[in-house]
C-alpha cells in the first residue's frame, strides 16, 4: 500500500530567497530548532515508506508567502503538491483561490486561526469579510484546511451551513481531547459535525499518539461509524513534531492496527488521493 502524507511542513535553508515572515511575527520554536528542506523530506519519506506529501505551508514561518511550497511542488512533482496558506479577510483572497485552483502544483489552500505563535482561537473564520473566499474556494472545488480549535465549533458550523458544497479538512481533527478513560468523551467532541459530508477530518499525531495510549478502539470505532474513513486521512506533522517521520507513521499504525483493513488504507492513502487528485 503506497502512503501518502498531508501534513508535513518544510523550510528552505536560504533565508534571503526565502525570509521569514511568521503569522503572529513570532517563529515557531520547531521552525527555529529542527528546519526541514525539501530534500531532506524527501529523504525521510524515502526511509519511512511514504510515497507523496502534500506539503502544508508553514504559517509559523513564512505565514502568507508561499513561494517555498509551489517551488518545491514545481521542483518534485511526482512526489508533491502545495498546499498553501492565505488571508481570507484580505481583499484579494477570492482571487489568489481562483488562480491557484488552475495551479498545476498547487492541491488546496490552509486557514490558520490558532496555533503555537497564534494563542487563543481568532474569531473570524466565519466574518461576513470572508465570505467571498468561501464562495470561491466552493465555486473552484478547492480544499481548505482549517487549523482551529473545537472551540470555534459554532464558526464552523455556521461556515458549513452557509457553504455546502465548500470542503473542509480540520487540521488534527481539531484536537479532541482524547486520554485514556476519555475516548468516546473525545469522539462526541467531534460527532455533531459528522452529518456535514465535506468535512474531512486530518489525523496527525495530535490524535494517534494519545491514541497509542490510550483505548484506540472507544475513539476510533464511532468515528469511523460516523465519518466513514472516506472522510479521514493520516498527516504526520513532521517536523513540528519531535519524533522522525518514521516514528509518527508508526504511531499511526499502531493507533489503527485494530481497525478493518479497508479503513486503514483509505485513512494513510486513498482519502488524500481523492482530497487532492495530484497525488494519485
Partial sequence: MNVIDIHPHILSADR????????GG??????STR????????????TAGVAKAALVQASTAYGYDNRYVIDSAERYPDRFTAICCVDPLSAGAEKRIAEWARHPAV????????GSTLPGQAA????ETTYPFWAAASRTGTPVCVQMRLSAVDQLVDVLERFPDATIVLDHMAYPSIAPGTERAAFDELAGLAKYPR????????NTEPLVASDARR??????????????????????????LP?????????????????RRNILCATAQRLYPALR
Fill in 199 to 206: 468535512l474531512f477530518l486530518k489525523m496527525t499525531m495530535r
Fill in 219 to 244: 475513539f476510533l470505532d464511532p468515528l469511523l461509524a460516523a465519518f466513514g474513513s472516506e472522510r479521514i486521512a493520516w498527516g504526520s506533522n513532521f517536523p513540528a513534531a519531535t519524533q522522525s
Fill in 26 to 31: 513570532t517563529v515557531s520554536g520547531w521552525a
Fill in 107 to 114: 492541491a488546496g489552500v490552509r486557514l490558520f486561526t490558532t
Fill in 16 to 23: 534571503e530567497a526565502y525570509p521569514l515572515a511568521p503569522v
Fill in 247 to 263: 516514528t509518527l507513521l508508526e504511531l499511526a499504525t499502531t493507533a489503527l492496527a485494530g481497525v478493518p483493513a479497508d479503513a
Fill in 124 to 127: 473570524w473564520l466565519n466574518h
Fill in 35 to 46: 528546519p526541514v528542506t525539501a530534500e531532506q523530506l524527501l529523504s525521510e519519506m524515502d
